[in-house]
């Protein structure tokens, strides 16, 4: 009966993975930078530091960057995702949703931000 307890757990917990939350993560760290040191970045609203910057973010959450620096004209950025690759393991190897709940079915590209701030005139 133990035994019996135990494989139905273990069948249990690979059924519920996935490929790209284990392998990959749900998060992902991002850089951001500019030609101009000490320019504000935001994201999503939320200050996250100035620049240089990196910061780990929910693959599933970060939409838009915004750098700002008095004298300096702001500059907004998308945050772009785009398909992991492992994430197609998971659909052979449990066929769950797994990944697309944790997010971890995407990535961020590039991961590295940079931006020239334009002098306000």
């Known amino acids: 009966m133990k035994k019996l307890l135990v494989i139905a757990l273990s069948s249990l917990v690979l059924l519920l993975s996935g490929c790209a939350t284990i392998i990959s993560g749900s998060n992902q760290t991002l850089t951001f930078n500019s030609n101009v040191e000490g320019v504000n970045v935001y994201v999503d609203g939320a200050l996250i530091g100035k620049t240089p910057v990196s910061a780990s973010f929910k693959k599933n959450k970060a939409q838009t960057v915004m750098f700002t620096k008095e004298?300096?004209?702001?500059?907004?950025?998308?945050?772009?995702?785009?398909?992991?690759?492992?994430?197609?393991?998971?659909?052979?190897?449990?066929?769950?949703?797994?990944?697309?709940?944790?997010?971890?079915?995407?990535?961020?590209?590039?991961n590295a931000i940079y931006v020239e701030m334009p002098v306000k005139q």
């Open 71 to 110: 004298g300096y004209e702001s500059v907004t950025r998308n945050i772009t995702k785009e398909f992991d690759p492992v994430a197609v393991l998971n659909i052979f190897w449990d066929l769950s949703t797994t990944d697309f709940i944790t997010g971890a079915v995407y990535e961020y590209a590039p």
